[in-house]
């Protein structure tokens, strides 16, 4: 389900960059003013002999100019990877919203692990037990070698 929402947005994101490119195309074409030039500049940077030597000994590389599909195609990396980052930020802030939890469990009902959830009609593992809250009666499961007392219910929190 993730990935086809994943895949929709990022089409909507690719074709409205399209758009854009041909909208700015269509727009720079009806535009009456000439587009604005820098003055030339005056003195060249200064080069040292060694600077002069690389560029002599280096033929510059011809650079192509950028079609719409490369322009496309640099845009749907960035899109994807500006996704990925927000992933990664949304993990690591639920990360810390968990360890926040815990912290704030173990303040108040002590250094316990919470046992699972006993789904009523599901078989008991072989190395679990069930056990009842005491204070809402759930049913919890627990590692059948441990004490009672060392959990948590994992619906109220409260020791077993």
Do not use: W
């Not at 990877?81 to 108040?108: F, I, P, S, T, V």
């Not at 006993?118 to 009842?132: A, F, H, Q, S, T």
């Not at 004490?147 to 219910?153: E, I, P």
Request: hydrophobic fraction near 25%.
């Amino acid at each position: 389900m993730f990935e086809l929402i994943f895949l929709i947005i990022i089409i909507a994101v690719i074709r409205n960059k399209v758009e854009k490119l041909k909208n700015t195309k269509s727009s720079a074409q009806t535009r009456q003013t000439p587009p604005r030039q820098t003055p030339p500049r005056k003195t060249p940077p200064r080069q040292t002999p060694r600077q002069q030597q690389t560029k002599a000994s280096k033929p510059a590389p011809a650079k192509a100019a950028p079609t719409v599909n490369s322009q496309i195609v640099a845009q749907e990396k960035s899109t994807t990877e500006m996704l990925r980052e927000k992933a990664l930020q949304d993990d690591r802030e639920e990360m810390r919203d968990k360890h926040e939890q815990r912290m704030k469990n173990k303040k108040y009902y002590g250094d316990h692990n919470y046992a699972q959830k006993y789904l009523i009609g599901d078989p008991v593992p072989k190395d679990k037990r069930m056990v009842y809250c005491p204070y809402c009666n759930a049913e919890n499961l627990i590692p059948s070698y441990s004490r009672a007392n060392s959990y948590n219910c994992y619906f109220c929190r409260e020791e077993l």
